[in-house]
């Protein structure tokens, strides 16, 4: 879903007729062009981009309308998918940041110091040592300290 608000002189801009264009960034190719987009409401509209393609980025543009100042007509917009850049930096190896300073080298300094005392499941911390427990972890990773 593609969302555009719009104002004019600052209040909420409402009976727009505003057009959405959009371009796939691989080729440079139109995919959408000068679409109409339905209000939502208090200035806010809408348009279903249903040839959104997962992995793919898109720059848009839409154009409020020849009603609006030029400094409120046009809105412009991107989806750039984050996706890639993650994996790649969790898929990096490791043996690369291990220098003085890194970020690996702080995250395996801080496992040495808990792994001595402590269990990590997930998000959660458990330190039976400072509790003075034992912990049973079950096959869904639930936990019982007794």
Same mark, same amino acid.
């Given at each position: 879903?593609?969302?555009? /608000? ?18 796939? %960034? ?8 000068? #679409? ?5 409401? @208090?200035?806010?509209? $809408?348009?279903?981009?249903? /040839? ?24 412009? @917009? ?19 940041? /291990? ?6 080298? #702080? ?5 040495? #110091? ?8 997930? $998000? $959660? ?15 869904? @990773?639930?936990?019982? %300290? %007794?």
């Amino acid at each position: 879903m593609i969302m555009s /608000a719009f104002t004019d002189s600052g209040a909420p801009a409402t009976g727009l007729t505003p057009a959405v264009t959009i371009y796939d %960034l691989a080729d440079d190719s139109v995919v959408v062009d000068a #679409a109409a987009m339905s209000e939502v409401g @208090g200035g806010i509209y $809408k348009y279903s981009f249903s /040839a959104y393609t997962v992995g793919t980025d898109y720059a848009l543009y839409v154009d409020g309308g020849a009603t609006l100042a030029d400094a409120d007509r046009y809105q412009y @917009g991107s989806n750039i998918d984050e996706r890639p850049i993650a994996d790649a930096v969790w898929d990096e190896a490791t043996s690369g940041h /291990a220098g003085s300073g890194t970020f690996a080298e #702080a995250l395996l300094d801080a496992y040495d #110091a808990a792994s001595s005392h402590s269990i990590i499941l997930g $998000k $959660k911390i458990i330190r039976p040592l400072e509790r003075g427990g034992t912990v049973l972890l079950t096959e869904s @990773g639930d936990y019982l %300290l %007794l």
